[in-house]
């Protein structure tokens, strides 16, 4: 049979969304179990590093794999990233706030973007991405953005891709920890199957 190519240990996640959804509070919530409510447009690091073992759900094996996740500095307000923020990325998480109804209609942008950065854009189907509704803690009545809407949403953008089926949708708060470490394992997750 066919030699199974190389695994690889280190893993690049990166987060996209427009400002102020909670990119960075969710990053930092995974990473370090920390939420301060303040604003800060940069960080000092271009990504944080986190140890995790994640079962392979196709085989079984127990990988345990470094994971690199990259944020932007508050130059996402540009659209204007550029090409190694993306490069090498293994799976991509696209926030949006539930309360924000332009922050969900900009998915297709960041998607987009990142498909063309990275020369996917005939295979956008088949890449991982990861949809996280974030400031699902405010109130139900500040909603803008319906569940189901952004489940259709996933529906059409994964049709057709070799990860057979929709792109996997969570609704989080960084604030209450919500939902964050399950969207992150199953980026983690996907990442690992997809390489
Ligand atoms: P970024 O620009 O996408 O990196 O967003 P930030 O992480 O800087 O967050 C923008 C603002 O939203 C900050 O004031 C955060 O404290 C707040 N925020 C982030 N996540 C949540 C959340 O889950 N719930 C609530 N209520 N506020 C949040
Ligand atoms: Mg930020």
Known sequence: ?????????????????????????????????????????????????????????????????????????????????????????????????????????????WRGEFLKQVGLDDKGASFPFVLLGNKIDRPESERRVPRERAEEWCERAGLGGEMGGPIPHFETSAKTAENVEGAFLELATLAVIHQ
């Open 1 to 109: 049979g066919r030699s199974a190519p190389a695994k690889k240990h280190m893993l690049k996640l990166i987060i996209l969304g427009d400002s102020g959804v909670g990119k960075t509070s969710l990053m930092n919530r995974y990473h370090s179990n920390k939420f301060t409510g303040q604003y800060k447009a940069t960080i000092g690091a271009d990504f944080l590093s986190k140890h995790v073992s994640i079962t392979d759900p196709q085989t079984g094996a127990v990988r345990n794999v470094t994971l690199q996740i990259w944020d932007t500095a508050g130059q996402e307000r540009f659209q204007s990233l550029g090409v190694a923020f993306y490069r090498g990325a293994d799976a991509v998480a696209l926030v949006y706030d539930v309360g924000d109804s332009k922050s969900f209609d900009n998915l297709e942008n």
